[in-house]
């Protein structure tokens, strides 16, 4: 049975269950867009790390979030491939992340550079092209632990909280990231947040697994050319005139 989050976690504070929402809402069955649905669980199935996170890409909102309601409704009922029958998919609240902010970067970055402190002093007194050296910057160049990362702002702070809770209860959640663009720096003056250091690893890692939405032209713009984020990353494109293949 799949971990049910509890009103305390980070995945109610700042996502919402849409799998309970699904089931609550009784939705209709999706009646076409069959291929996209199917590609869906294909890549969610994936084995490794590699491409095994869909992002559907499609101009209309309406119908990005159609075809992610039947994928849900189908996991939800038990008619989608095993395990994915068993997963929840949790929905990304923007405006939760962004709720309350104190600034507080002054902190972060003091606790950033104590933390790292050690390190750079041990490096400074090594011998230039020593084993001792590459050592050191293998260590401090290396992705730190989900756990271990500082995050620089409040809001990548709530976003890690949501991850750390994912990989704490492996295969339970698929993270639904609709507008997928935003989180990589796709809208700053609305939302500012660049999660690119948080993502890269989390997703190298198999620490989280998403679905994410947005149209072509973000998804050229903002995701493809972030070479470590796209390999994580298989893109669906939806058709513009629907089907029933």
């Not at 992705?143 to 990989?167: G, Y």
Request: some cysteine; aromatic content about 8%; charged content about 25%.
């Amino acid at each position: 049975m799949p971990t049910m989050p509890c009103d305390s976690s980070p995945l109610e504070r700042y996502g919402h269950n849409l799998t309970r929402l699904v089931k609550l809402l009784t939705f209709a069955p999706l009646t076409t867009h069959e291929a996209v649905i199917h590609r869906v669980f294909e890549v969610l199935q994936r084995q490794g790390t590699t491409k095994n996170s869909p992002v559907i890409l499609a101009s209309d909102e309406t119908r990005r979030w159609s075809i992610v309601a039947e994928v849900i409704r189908r996991m939800g009922r038990g008619d989608a491939p095993f395990p994915l029958r068993l997963r929840q998919v949790i929905g990304l609240d923007y405006e939760a992340l962004f709720t309350n902010l104190s600034d507080d970067t002054v902190i972060r970055q003091e606790r950033i550079e104590q933390a790292y402190a050690p390190l750079k002093e041990k490096l400074a007194q090594a011998k230039p092209g020593s084993d001792e050296e590459w050592t050191l910057l293998d260590e401090l160049f290396r992705w730190p632990s989900l756990e271990e990362w500082i995050a620089p702002t409040m809001t990548l702070e709530r976003l890690q909280s949501m991850f750390i809770a994912m990989n704490q209860a492996p295969g339970s959640f698929v993270l639904y990231v609709d507008y997928f663009h935003r989180l990589v720096g796709g809208e700053p003056d609305t939302y500012p947040i660049d999660a690119s250091a948080l993502l890269k690893p989390s997703l190298a890692r198999g620490q989280i697994q998403l679905i994410g939405a947005c149209t072509l032209e973000q998804y050229r713009q903002h995701i493809e050319r972030n070479a470590a984020i796209q390999r994580r990353c298989q893109e669906i494109c939806v058709p513009e005139v629907e089907d029933n293949l």
